[in-house]
Nanobody
Framework: QVQFVESGGGLVQSGGSLRLSCVSS????????VAWFRQAPGKEREGISC????????YYTDSVKGRFTITRDNSKNTAYLQMNSLKPEDTAVYYC???????????????????WGQGTQVSVSS
């Protein structure tokens, strides 16, 4: 049983904060890259952040850099996305994903990830 369980989404005011969690079960993902993606209605799913297996490397797209922080706790098989200073344009369904392979700089591609969470809705009102 390989499962990803996401939580933490909701409706917040602009400028507010949320912390998303992604808990994996059925396997240990210590050596996996973990990424967060988001998808707004009618738009392509985009990778916004990624973290290496040992938390030594992180990547953020320009649109979230400085506001979002990706972390992971391998003892809990859990990844997090702390989202601060939220804006209406952050409204989307957020997904976590995991993939093996070496670290590289750049946005994560959805084609590289086999394991996905179910998604959690983040809505930011103005």
């Amino acid at each position: 049983q390989v499962q990803f369980v996401e939580s933490g989404g909701g409706l917040v005011q602009s400028g507010g904060s949320l912390r998303l969690s992604c808990v994996s079960s059925g396997f240990t993902w210590d050596h996996f890259r973990v990424a967060w993606f988001r998808q707004a209605p009618g738009k392509e799913r985009e990778g916004i952040s990624c973290i290496s297996g040992n938390s030594g490397r992180t990547y953020y797209t320009d649109s979230v850099k400085g506001r979002f922080t990706i972390t992971r706790d391998n003892s809990k098989n859990t990844a997090y996305l702390q989202m601060n200073s939220l804006k209406p344009e952050d409204t989307a369904v957020y997904y976590c994903a995991a993939a093996p392979g070496n670290w590289y700089e750049g946005p994560p591609s959805r084609f590289e990830f086999d394991y996905w969470g179910q998604g959690t809705q983040v809505s930011v009102s103005s």
